[in-house]
């Protein structure tokens, strides 16, 4: 016991040293001020730049951040997870044969005083399909009647089943009985977009905050590039009244010591944090432990021959101790995957996917080397090729991971592999483009359902960096995002699930989550699953004034 509390203290002494060295003053009593000097402004942080807030461009988490509190669709999650009413004044009616969607829209504005319209979002999602826009998220869309065959070219914008009835009725036609439809709207590239703005920018369009006009509570009015982000209350919001803070200031800070001094000398009210920080905080109320739809998985480029060897695929993933990396490099309270969908995906509304299909992660260094010998034989080699690159993000859990992956492939495997951390962006560029070798990717699920996991690895998805493919896989994930009987679906996703790990067409990391410590002033600001968003609607710092 009392080996345990010197270990203790001597982790709290070298993080104490860290933070000092970081370069900002340090103090050990603390003021319970809000970081904003005031009672109306939150100061919170990420780690990245936005790298698109153009929503029917935008791919990733946080720009889907930003755009959940500048601009709103017809539903919103709430803090339960539920789609709630936002834009829509209610749910939609839906027809006995679960095809016709139809949605009646409150009395709302845009930034500058102009209505929201249902022409507004039947641009919007219009745009996303339309080829000429090259949105990688247009898929999301395909639930809808003729949407993916305008996308291909094999249909034309008219026919495409969403249309504006009249300036308040939204109706949607769709191909199939689509049981996750009504929370797919809750979703970021379903918001609406302003004709008018777009085109009058064109490519400029979302580029600065002048670029741009919105619908949600609060808007953006200045953006920093690599710095920071500044979102004021928006005056025009249909329900400003719940709006309670007046500004929201985002900076961007990738390194986690930096944010967590910050934070202590109460310059942040939230910041991320990484396990080495995560002892000071854990049994404190500040402590946030954020729960997502998240897997985290290793891609290979399968446009490779190298890679194209599935005994080489296998022998990576048995020689990475997933185990290992959860419990004892993250240290984060994320969990070791064995499968891709996360065990915080439903199958229906009784049962979690993971639960009817659960699959542990396998470790086998034994095996690996074997399989590996065999794999190089079969390629006619004697060794590996080249130096293998793995290409992943410049911040915490990334770098660690890739550090880590780089010397279990040395022990386990004899593999020499270069480290390649950088910029969220440009991890996302080199992932479109196969400029990899290895690539540390991941998914927040876009909507509770199987399916958004399943979708990625198709072999026309853009989300497929590896360019893995398989004709069977295809036509279960297919089938299943059409088929109206959910107990039918729930066995052709688990069946091409199989396909994918028994394949090793990636290898599933961790299911993860994200760890902060919040100011216990700050209120009513909580996240969602979907998205991995935070939602700052009904903020508010309980901090009386003097």
């Given at each position: 016991m009392q080996q345990k509390k010197v270990k203790h203290w001597l982790h709290v002494f070298v993080i104490l040293i860290i933070l000092c060295l970081s370069g900002c003053q340090f103090t050990t009593t603390l003021s319970p001020r809000p970081a904003g000097k005031n009672n109306r402004t939150l100061v919170i942080t990420d780690n990245q730049e936005p790298p698109n807030l153009d929503l029917s461009k935008s791919t990733d988490v946080v720009s889907g951040r930003i755009l959940?509190?500048?601009m709103e669709g017809l539903l919103r999650f709430d803090?339960?997870?539920?789609a709630q009413p936002a834009i829509a004044k209610s749910l939609p009616t839906i027809s006995k044969d679960q095809l016709t969607y139809t949605f009646h829209l409150r009395d709302a504005k845009w930034s500058d005083g102009k209505p929201v319209r249902a022409q507004d979002f039947e641009y919007s999602w219009k745009r996303t399909l339309n080829p000429k826009t090259r949105s990688e998220y247009a898929f999301i869309f395909f639930p809808i009647q003729n949407a993916e065959e305008y996308h291909l070219g094999?249909?034309?914008e008219e026919d495409v089943g969403v249309k504006a009835l009249d300036d308040k009725t939204l109706q949607v036609k769709l191909r199939a009985p689509t049981p996750y439809f009504t929370e797919l709207t809750a979703f970021d590239t379903y918001q609406p977009l302003r004709k008018d703005i777009v085109e009058k920018y064109g490519d400029e369009y979302a580029k600065s905050p002048e670029t741009m006009v919105y619908n949600g509570p609060f808007?953006?009015?200045?953006?920093?590039h690599d710095a920071s982000l500044t979102l004021k209350k928006n005056p025009y919001y249909w329900d400003a009244k719940k709006v309670k803070l007046d500004t929201v200031e985002v900076k961007i800070i990738k390194d986690v010591s930096t944010g967590v001094n910050l934070y202590y000398t109460n310059l942040l009210d939230f910041t991320l944090l990484s396990h080495e920080f995560a002892d000071l905080y854990r049994n404190k109320p500040d402590f946030t432990v954020i729960k997502t739809l998240s897997t985290r998985y290793l891609e290979f480029n399968q446009t490779q021959k190298f890679f194209q060897n599935k005994k080489i695929r296998q022998a990576i993933d048995y020689a990475i101790d997933k185990r290992e990396l959860v419990e004892k490099v993250l240290r984060d309270n994320s969990t070791p995957a064995g499968g891709l969908i996360p065990p915080t995906i439903k199958a229906n509304d009784e049962q979690m996917y993971r639960s009817l299909y659960p699959v542990q992660p396998k470790f086998d260094p034994n095996q690996a080397r074997k399989l590996y010998r065999e794999g190089l034989k079969e390629l006619g080699l004697s060794k590996q090729p080249k130096v293998f690159e793995i290409v992943?993000?410049?911040v915490g859990k990334a770098k660690k991971f890739m550090d880590y992956f780089k010397e279990q492939m040395r022990k386990h495997l004899g593999m020499e592999v270069k480290v390649t951390a950088i910029p969220f962006k440009q991890r996302l560029d080199r992932g479109k483009k196969q400029q990899f070798d290895l690539l540390l990717g991941g998914w927040n699920g876009d909507y509770n359902d199987p399916?958004?996991?399943i979708d990625l690895f198709l072999s026309n998805s853009p989300f497929n960096r590896g360019k893995w493919r398989n004709a069977r896989y295809d036509q279960l994930v297919i089938k299943a995002s059409t088929h109206p009987n959910r107990e039918q679906r729930t066995n052709m996703q688990m069946e091409a699930e199989k396909i994918l790990l028994a394949d090793h067409a990636i290898i599933p990391l961790y299911y993860d989550v994200s760890l902060a410590v919040t100011k216990p002033f700050v209120k009513g600001m909580y996240?969602?699953?979907?998205?991995n968003?935070?939602?700052?609607?009904?903020?508010?710092l309980d901090f009386p004034e003097k």
């Open positions: 959940n509190n500048v803090e339960n997870q539920k094999k249909a034309k808007k953006l009015t200045e953006w920093k992943g993000d410049d399916q958004t996991f996240w969602n699953y979907v998205g968003n935070y939602t700052l609607k009904e903020a508010y």
